[in-house]
Every structure is written in structure tokens, then in C-alpha cells.
């Protein structure tokens, strides 16, 4: 029973990533992403990692989807030919994809015959599972706190950066120039420049530099 | 479950086949941020198949099971969260330059 359900949940996950892949509108990739991911959560609860599937559910299933969403409806990135009346090819530059899915096909294709080239019978078989699952929660978070209390504290670093990260990126400049980073905030950063040197002049130059490099 | 283990890492194999087939031949950058997804998707059901075995042999030994999968899985979920944070971040803020998610429009640093 659980090996029929480990076959169809594989399926579904395949199909599913394909058609993240193949879908033309990015909405329509958005909920295939997340069957992907429900189906890859059954999985790991089939396999005996019931704290992996819970946060599979609710870090990737919540939060990475609802920002996936919010972007595509804040940007109204529907269906390019429902919402501009025009249907763009989905894959430009036709060399260009041959040459990206010979590479995901030699990709797949190496890591399927380096699986199929371990001799598995002198491994391990997986066996009963034991009654709390193979990640118990008191384990795990013992292990966690004492062992990668390291990695731990570095992953709250990183989560904070990229609060204050996202924040500077996404914040609306109100300079009718849309900069994404004022440029105030980087003059002041240089203070080996004589200040006699007019720096309106260096940076004006500075702006037609990267105005002609953007243009 | 008794699958076997080469079932699961041929899925990991699969589905990161089909990630990669989304990056390199995509030219929205939300999708081409959803394969990348897929892809640590397909890492994480790796280390899950890997853990799995290895549990197997300690509790077959009577030790308890082993962590390091989970852990490690548990921080690529981390890591991915904050990528998809700072990858939409970057594409809003595109979106405001320039109007368009399409890859084809950043491509200054290629001339």
C-alpha cells in the first residue's frame, strides 16, 4: 500500500515538475510547483521523516508559494497572450534549447547511471520504521542546538540579512529617477577624493558611464 | 515503505533533470526561479534516500537514527526560503526598471 502510493506520488511529482517547466503562464507553473511539492512531502512522510514533511509543507508549501504568488499578481504576470494579446514562443533561441535540454538529459542521464552502477543488494534494505519516525523531534533539536548550533546561528544571520536585504531592494525610490539604489548613500563611501575635486563632475560622468553601459 | 533506495535517488535524478531543463532553457525569471526550486527540491529528496539508508544499518547496529540528513535537509529548506526572498526581491526591483521578468533583458554584462 505504501509502495503504491510512493509510485504514484513519484508520478505526480514528475508531472508536476514538468509542468512547472512547460507551462506558458506563470501562474499555471506556480500550482504545479506546489503539487510538486505536496507529493515530495507524502514522500518523506512515506520514507519515515514526519518533522521534514511538516516543514516541507509549511516553509515551501506557505511561505515560498505565497511569495511566489504575491510577485506574479503584484507584477500581473498572468498569461502573456491573455493579458498583452500576443503569444510569444515559450522557448526563444532554438540552439539555445536544444543546448539546455541536452544538458538536463546528460545531467539526468549520468545521475541515473551512477544510481544504477552502486551494486544496492550489499546495502542496507529499509526495514519496518520505528515508532516515532527516523527524525525524532527530541533528537533532532538536541542535535541541532549542541552539534550544528554553529550552522543554526549562522541560518538566523542569514535569515536576518536577507530581511534588511529584501527590504533595500524592494523599497519604492520617490526620485522621479528610478534608481534602485540612491546614489547618496554611495558618495559619501569614498572620502580619499580630495574634496576640493567638484564631485557633481565625477558623478555626472559616472551616471553617463553607467547610462551608456544600461542603454 | 520498502522502496528501495536507488528508487528514490533516481527520482532526486528526474527531478533534477527537469530543474535544470527549466533554467537553462526558460526566459522568465520567475519560472527559471521555480526550476532552481526544483532543484534543491530534488537535493533534499537525495539526502532524505541517503539517511534512510544509513538509518536503516544504525538501527539494525541498535543505535539511534541518523540526523545528519535531516539537519542538513532541513537548512537547504532555509537557504532555499531565502533564495526565493532575495531572487523575487530582485526581480521586483527589475520589474521597475525596465518593465519586463524576461531574462533577455538583462543581458548588459554579456557584451
Redesign the interface.
Known amino acids: 500500500m505504501a509502495n503504491l502510493l510512493f509510485y504514484l506520488m513519484a508520478t505526480l511529482a514528475t508531472v508536476c515538475a514538468i509542468g512547472v517547466v512547460v507551462a506558458r503562464s506563470p501562474v499555471v507553473s506556480v500550482v504545479s510547483l506546489l503539487g510538486s511539492f505536496a507529493s515530495l512531502a507524502i514522500i518523506y512522510l512515506l520514507a519515515g521523516y514526519q518533522f521534514l514533511a511538516a516543514v516541507q509543507i509549511l516553509v515551501y508549501g506557505g511561505a515560498v508559494m505565497v511569495l511566489f504568488l504575491f510577485t506574479i499578481m503584484l507584477l500581473n504576470l498572468g498569461d502573456p497572450a491573455v493579458i498583452h494579446g500576443e503569444s510569444e514562443p515559450l522557448f526563444h533561441h532554438s540552439r539555445r534549447t536544444l543546448l539546455g535540454l541536452g544538458v538536463a538529459a546528460a545531467v539526468g542521464a549520468a545521475g541515473l547511471i551512477a544510481i544504477l552502477r552502486v551494486a544496492w543488494s550489499a546495502m542496507p534494505q529499509p526495514a519496518e520504521l520505528p515508532e516515532g519516525g527516523l527524525d525524532p523531534l527530541d533528537q533532532l533539536a538536541a542535535s541541532m542546538f549542541t552539534h550544528y548550533s554553529l550552522a543554526f546561528e549562522a541560518a538566523s544571520v542569514l535569515l536576518l540579512a536577507t530581511a534588511v536585504g529584501v527590504l533595500v531592494l524592494a523599497k519604492r525610490n520617490r526620485r522621479p529617477t528610478a534608481e534602485v539604489f540612491p546614489r547618496e548613500s554611495q558618495q559619501p563611501a569614498t572620502p580619499s577624493s580630495p574634496p576640493t575635486s567638484t564631485p557633481s563632475a565625477g558623478a555626472q560622468g559616472q551616471e553617463v558611464a553607467e547610462e551608456g553601459v544600461l542603454s | 515503505?520498502?522502496?528501495?533506495?536507488?528508487?528514490?535517488?533516481?527520482?532526486?535524478?528526474?527531478?533534477?533533470?527537469?530543474?535544470?531543463?527549466?533554467?537553462?532553457?526558460?526566459?522568465?525569471l520567475?519560472?527559471v526561479?521555480?526550476?532552481i526550486?526544483?532543484m534543491l527540491?530534488a537535493a533534499?529528496?537525495s539526502l532524505?534516500?541517503g539517511?534512510?539508508?544509513h538509518?536503516?544499518?544504525r538501527?539494525?547496529d541498535g543505535a539511534?537514527?541518523?540526523?545528519q540528513g535531516?539537519?542538513l535537509?532541513?537548512?537547504v529548506?532555509?537557504?532555499?526560503?531565502?533564495e526565493?526572498?532575495?531572487g523575487?526581491?530582485?526581480?521586483?526591483?527589475l520589474?521597475?526598471?525596465k518593465q519586463t521578468?524576461s531574462l533577455?533583458s538583462v543581458s548588459?554584462l554579456r557584451d
Open positions: 515503505m520498502s522502496v528501495p533506495t536507488e528508487y528514490l535517488l533516481g527520482l532526486a535524478a528526474i527531478l533534477f533533470g527537469i530543474g535544470i531543463a527549466g533554467f537553462l532553457t526558460r526566459r522568465n520567475i519560472v526561479l521555480m526550476s526550486e526544483l527540491n533534499n529528496l532524505v534516500a539517511a534512510r539508508m538509518s536503516t544499518q538501527l539494525l539511534g537514527p541518523d540526523l535531516p539537519v535537509a532541513i537548512f529548506i532555509a537557504v532555499a526560503a531565502v526565493a526572498a532575495v523575487l526581491a530582485l526581480i521586483i526591483a520589474y521597475r526598471r521578468v533577455e548588459e
